[in-house]
C-alpha cells in the first residue's frame, strides 16, 4: 500500500544544533516533494518545494534532499532556535496529480 | 496583502445543525482547497476547485457535505446534518498554480466541534 512516514515521536534538539527530520515514502513515484511548518492552532506554511530532478534545496538555515532511489526526503535546520518549534510536514505530489499526499507531521522541539 | 480568510474560526454546534464555513482565497490565485484536519487522519483533501470549477470531490465523506464556489473570491463548505464525528478542523488553502505544482496558502481553519 502507499504510505509516508514521517518521525512519529516529538523532536528533541538543543539550540544551535541541527535539526534533521526525516520523510520517507513507499509505492510512490513523486514529481515534487514540499515541506510545511505548522504552529498549534494554525494554518500549515509552505517552507520549501524540492523536484525529483533536484538532489537539494536550500532556503536560509534551511536544506531538503531528495532521493528517489532511497524514497527520502531529509529536512534539515541548521543552527536551530526555539523559535523552529512548531510540527513540520511533508507532502508528496505526482505529476499531472492535483492531490497532495501528506505525512503525519514530525513536531519539533528546540531547547535552550 | 491579505492572506487566505476563513470564517468561522471556531464554530460549536449540535449533532443535527447545519454548518457553514467560509473562504476567501487570494486575490488572484486560480486553484482552491479545502481540507480537514485531525489528530487520528491529519489532512484530507475535501475538495479541489480550478477556475471556479469542481475538479475532484472525491474526498468529500458523504452527501452531507457540499461545497461551492460561486466566484473566485468566495467559497463554502456546509455540513448537513452534522455530526459528532465531523469535528476537526477544516482549512482552505489557494494557489496561483494549477494542481499541486505550487505552494499552497491555508487559512487559519475552522475549528468545528459537533456535541
Known amino acids: 500500500s502507499q504510505k509516508i512516514e514521517q518521525n512519529s515521536e516529538a523532536l528533541n534538539i538543543q539550540e544551535g544544533k541541527t535539526a534533521t527530520l526525516t520523510c520517507n515514502y513507499t509505492n510512490y513515484s513523486p514529481a515534487y516533494l514540499q515541506w510545511y511548518r505548522q504552529d498549534p492552532g494554525r494554518g500549515p506554511v509552505f517552507l520549501l518545494l524540492i523536484r525529483e530532478n533536484e538532489k537539494e534545496k536550500r532556503k536560509e538555515r534551511l536544506k531538503v534532499t531528495f532521493d528517489t532511489t532511497l524514497k527520502q526526503s531529509l529536512f534539515h535546520i541548521t543552527a536551530s532556535q526555539p523559535a523552529d518549534s512548531a510540527t513540520y510536514l511533508c507532502?508528496?505530489?505526482?505529476?499531472?496529480?492535483?492531490?497532495?499526499?501528506w505525512g503525519a507531521g514530525t513536531k519539533l522541539i528546540i531547547k535552550p | 496583502d491579505a492572506g487566505v480568510i476563513q470564517s468561522p474560526r471556531h464554530e460549536v454546534t449540535e449533532m443535527g445543525q447545519e454548518v457553514t464555513l467560509r473562504c476567501k482565497p487570494i486575490s488572484g490565485h486560480n486553484s482552491l482547497f479545502w481540507y480537514r484536519q485531525t489528530m487520528m487522519r491529519g489532512l484530507e483533501l475535501l475538495i479541489y476547485?480550478?477556475?471556479?470549477?469542481?475538479?475532484?470531490d472525491s474526498g468529500m465523506p458523504e452527501d452531507r457535505f457540499s461545497a461551492k464556489m460561486p466566484n473566485a473570491s468566495f467559497s463554502t463548505l456546509k455540513i448537513q446534518p452534522s455530526e459528532p464525528r465531523d469535528s476537526a478542523v477544516y482549512f482552505c488553502a489557494s494557489s496561483s498554480r494549477t494542481g499541486n505544482t505550487g505552494e499552497l496558502f491555508f487559512g487559519e481553519g475552522s475549528r468545528l466541534t459537533v456535541l
Open positions: 476547485f480550478n477556475n471556479n470549477v469542481p475538479i475532484d
Open positions: 507532502a508528496l505530489a505526482m505529476d499531472s496529480n492535483y492531490q497532495l499526499i
